[in-house]
């Protein structure tokens, strides 16, 4: 019976207990709604630079009516001041929102601002401009609210503080100081005066840390004035010491902009190290104190007068030379005139340039009175059996006449043995080193020209196209921390923001434009000689051979067009851009000193151009790879001292050894018979100073670098190759001197102008305006005012006696050996 009666009563319970939770559930509902009810909201009317100490919890909001007068004329800024004075109150923060007419502001107290990591850094004094709306108006009252509310039932005590920043408005030229923190940033607003275009605004401070940013906004609201959203409008940078953007009136339609201050949390954007490291991620860390002193000036920037000067002052520079050129040419001119011509005749026969035939020839011998003597080597040991010079000197004209090419000159046996004997004498003339075709020569260094001129238009395209991306970027996004520049004297024309950095270049394609047209005079004059059979022109001087002139021209005006594309957006990713270009004139000059006494055995240009293309190679993996990395710093240093040891190796036997499996055996057999067995001398004393120079020089290079490991990878590549042409044109002029030889008034003229020109233009190169191995806001530190005509800077001045250095040393390899054009090249010695 109980049981039945259970089951019978069971659906009535199930009812029951859901009935009762359900009013439960209106109870509380009903219980919650009166608490809200009871939530007390208080209206206070306020006023300006009044403190208002109150407490506030979460059955009461406190709202602070305030109004003010807007003027259409005057503008005043309006400051929020925030002080919590409870402790704790991170758990439970207080909601502040200014509600005004236009706008809200809302931010609560303690403000958590993030760093790197997601650490978080609490600040419970906040300070906080608001936005102010544009009137119409001549006069307006406008009203606005704050609003403090707290989810926290103990209540927390709070200071507010309402007041007129009375310097809210920046003057042209006039300093103004101010504090900044990462809680209180700071703007202000600046209005374009009339007939003023162009502006840079300036920053500046006497400390370091903490890291800060300048922002530069347009006038709308709301304002971003925190370290997490100074970013998202506007051009921006970070600062140490120095900030500096020029502001063009075109880009803010209201003709006015404001001047944003923020002061990060954190210094590690700036080059400062992290004081924090996160134990637990949602630990509080306490910044301390980050106030930061700063003075803000507006300066009007150049008109559009000082662009014209800039750019006639650069032209005019350039120009000058074009019109000294021509002059020198008239003289040069009516000098040859007046110059008996020799010309080459023998009856009954063709004239044949010299360059076909051994140079020994004597013209009254007959060709069939010379003998071919054989003889043993003195030292059998290079495995080559020697003959006579007469040997060489006897074959025929009708066998140099047969049209041969290099490949299968060099190919020959006979040709190999006359090699062995002519490149191995002790003391060499440079009729031995340019017995080949001249036709043959010829083209092979004009191979130099087309394939530098290929690699320019192939390199400089893609080039062009990433810097104008990086110029838009830096347009877009306002992030001006990508780009390098001299910001305190970056003229902006067009997208572009440094025109100055840019113009300065055009020195480098006008020289290089005017030496190859320097180079196609003496070309012309060259082959008409020949034409004519001029005895100097087929017998004389140094062989002319001007394919690598050509090339080194070539590569000036390509090194002033990407070093123009550098400069539209200096930066560490692109560096190569503007000393790629600078191993390829280094590696020419070299060239061609070697190329003026060994014309026959001169690097093809297909090999030159492969080992530049290594040396590129070498200087982007040291840019990405090598800042820091002592692997890539010992396995380049090894390649070094490899590749010194092997090109002084090829250098020292003009090319007649062989690189194969012996090569030991070889050295090892050299160093027992020439140091061992019997302690000789090197046969070649001169041609050994000069590699054991080269040697020292090299291996100290090395071991600085793998020592130092600097982080400007590029230029300790490029230091590698001045040094070396440098030792290598120090040698050559020493050896021309002691040969007897003399350097003519011209060549020394240029001489004496492009070593002053080079001392003068490193000491600009050195000033160092900005650095691309620094931070952005470090780099600023560097940065100078312009100190010619208002427009160029260091650099410019830099680039400008950089072009013209170059182009003076193009000249001194072009004309140094001129004293030698009426002298025989068996008379001309080899070193």
Known sequence: MVLRSCCKFGPVLVWFRLGYVVLLWLCVTHLRCARAETKTVVQKDAEFDVTY?????????????????????????????VDVLSEGAESSPILFVVRQKQAVLSFQVPLILRGLYQRKYPYAHVGRTLCQPPTRSLTETQYFFVDVSTLSSLGTHYQLRISRVDSFTLHTDKKFSFTASPSQPQYFKYVFPDGVDTVIVKVNSEMTFPCSVMSIQDIQCPVYDLDNNVAF??????????????????????????????????????????????????????AGNRSKTLDVVVSPAISSDVYVMGMLFCLGIFLSFYLLTFLVACVENKRSVDRPTVVYRKPGVTPVSPYEYGSFVDNASTLSSEAITDSIASDANYG??????????????????????????????????????????KYLCVSDLA???????????????????????????????????????????????????????????????????????????????LFLLIVLQRDVIHSRALDRNDLNALECGIPKHFGLFYAMGTALMMEGLLSACYHVCPNYTNFQF??????????????????????????????????????????????????????????????????????STQLYYMGRWRLDSGILRRIVYVIYTDCIRQCSGPMYIDRMVLLVMGNIVNWSLAAYGLLKTPNDFASYLLAIAICNLLLYFAFYIIMKLRSGERIQCMAMVCILFTAVVWGFALFFFFQGLSTWQKTPAESREHNRDCIVLSFFDDHDIWHFLSSIAMFGSFLVLLTMDDDLDNVQRDKIFVF
């Open 53 to 81: 100490n109150d407490t506030v919890t979460s059955d009461n909001q406190i709202i602070y009516a305030f109004n003010h007068t807007v003027s259409r004329n005057k503008t005043e800024g309006v400051r929020v001041t």
């Open 233 to 286: 409008i506007g051009m921006y940078q970070t600062m140490t010491k120095t900030a500096a953007i020029t502001v063009q009136r075109k880009d803010f339609p209201s003709n006015s902009f404001y001047v944003v201050v923020v002061v990060k949390t954190e210094d590690e954007a700036c080059g400062g190290p992290l004081r924090f490291y996160p134990l637990r991620p949602d630990e509080l860390i306490d």
């Open 384 to 425: 080559y059996m020697e003959r006579s010079l007469e040997s060489v000197a006897g074959r025929s004209r009708q066998e140099s006449l047969s049209s041969i090419e290099e490949d299968d000159y060099d190919t020959l046996a006979d040709i190999d043995s006359d090699k062995n004997i002519v490149r191995t004498k």
């Open 435 to 513: 017995r080949k075709d001249k036709r043959v020569l010829s083209k092979k260094y004009q191979i130099y020209f087309w394939n530098i001129a290929t690699i320019g238009v192939f390199y400089a395209l893609p080039v062009i196209q990433l810097v104008i991306t990086y110029q838009t970027v830096v347009n877009v996004t306002g992030n001006q921390d990508i780009c390098y520049y001299n910001f305190l004297c970056a003229h902006p024309l067009g997208n572009l923001s440094a025109f100055n950095n840019i113009l300065s270049n055009l020195g480098y394609v006008m020289l290089g434009l």
């Open 578 to 647: 503007d000393t790629s270009f600078m191993y390829m004139i280094a590696g020419l000059c070299v060239l061609k000193l070697y190329q003026k006494r060994h014309p026959d055995i001169n690097a093809s240009a297909y090999t030159a151009y492969a080992c530049l293309a290594a040396v590129i190679f070498f200087s982007v993996l040291g840019v990405v790879f090598g800042k820091g990395n002592m692997v890539f710093w010992i396995v380049f240093s090894v390649l070094h001292i490899l590749a010194t040891m092997l090109l």
